[in-house]
């Protein structure tokens, strides 16, 4: 049985969305405002969070934002306001569907079920994938085990940084990730340096993985935002 997450603190629309997440057989748990939603995510397997925008405490962009930090389970974004969503997408904070105030429940439990299938599948490739420790992403395919590079079955040699960044951003597709983080990641906490390294080694890498640096296929500039690898 799939288990549901939702963090709304309008107790009426959290009881409608419980009831019908229930009668088609979802193990549903509710909390009221954003701390307790993050806190509650973070600490318990939930297979999909449906989250409000505006919440007491911690506001939605937030809780999605640390969510998606360390997890990759499907959020659906929920906002009365349209302006918000087309805010949250802005953001590119990572939320997987939006949906409107009011909707019916029935559209609710349609695109969560749509949401999990897809996570499902998700999963289990990359379960596959993880057996022989290979990324593969259309022509590009990374030897975790050898740390070796093929690109449209050529190989290529990485330094040591630009084939773990390479391997973070194709590990985390079609999420975007600030230069902050990037460094962060690939660098540590404890680095000498600072984020231009980051848009050096991207500039690097794609020379080497994409047809034409001009109009990157794999690697995407989100402008004013970061990068992510497209999927
Ligand atoms: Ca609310």
């Avoid at 405490?57 to 997890?71: A, N």
């Avoid at 969560?112 to 022989?132: C, D, F, I, P, Q």
């Amino acid at each position: 049985m799939s288990r549901i997450l939702i963090v709304e603190d309008e107790e009426a629309i959290a009881e409608l969305e419980r009831d019908y997440l229930e009668m088609n057989d979802f193990e549903v748990t509710v909390r009221n405002n954003g701390q307790a939603g993050l806190d509650e995510a973070l600490s318990s397997q939930y297979d999909l969070v449906v989250l409000d925008l505006m919440l007491p405490e911690m506001d939605g962009f937030e809780v999605c934002k640390r969510i998606r930090e360390k997890m990759n389970i499907p959020i659906l974004m929920v906002s009365a306001k349209k302006d918000d969503i087309d805010k949250v997408r802005g953001l590119g904070l990572g939320a997987d569907d939006y949906l409107t105030k009011p909707f019916s429940p029935s559209e609710l439990v349609a695109r969560v079920k749509a949401h999990l299938t897809r996570y499902e599948r998700l999963v289990s490739a990359g379960a596959a994938k993880m057996e022989n420790d290979v990324v593969e992403i259309r022509d590009i395919r990374i030897d975790k085990t050898a740390r070796r590079v093929f690109i449209g079955g050529e190989e290529r040699s990485f330094t040591t940084k630009e084939f773990d960044l390479l391997t973070f951003l194709a590990e985390h597709p079609n999420r975007v990730f600030t230069k902050d983080e990037l460094f962060r990641e690939i660098w540590g906490m404890e680095s000498i340096g600072d984020i231009a390294t980051v848009t050096v080694h991207i500039k690097k890498i794609r020379e080497k993985v994409e047809e034409n640096t001009a109009k990157p296929q794999y690697i995407e500039t989100i402008w004013g935002v970061g990068y992510r690898f497209k999927i």
